[in-house]
C-alpha cells in the first residue's frame, strides 16, 4: 500500500538574525538575507532528522543549506 503522505515531515518557519535580516532561499540556489518579512524565499522547511538535528530546506527551491567549514552557507540537493 502505498502512501500520498510526504516521508519527511517537518515545520514551515522563517529564519531571523539578531541584525534583522530574514534568510532567504532564490530559485537558483542563491541563499541571501532580506529585511523583506513577507518574501515567498523566506519560508524555510525544518525537517528532524536526528536527535537535536534538522535538515533546512527552502520551500521555493526545494534545496537545502549547507554550511562550509568556513562559515559560509551555500545550497545543496542532498
Not at 502512501?3 to 530559485?27: A, D
Not at 523566506?42 to 543549506?65: E, H, M, W
Amino acid at each position: 500500500m502505498e502512501s500520498k503522505e510526504p516521508q519527511l515531515k517537518g515545520i514551515v518557519t522563517r529564519l531571523f538574525s539578531q541584525q534583522g535580516y530574514f534568510l532567504q532561499m532564490h530559485p537558483d540556489g542563491t541563499i541571501d538575507g532580506t529585511k523583506d518579512e513577507n518574501s515567498d524565499y523566506t519560508l524555510f522547511n525544518l525537517i528532524p532528522v536526528g536527535l537535536r538535528v534538522v535538515a533546512i530546506q527552502g520551500v521555493k527551491a526545494s534545496l537545502y543549506v549547507a554550511m562550509n567549514g568556513e562559515g559560509y552557507l551555500y545550497s545543496s540537493d542532498v
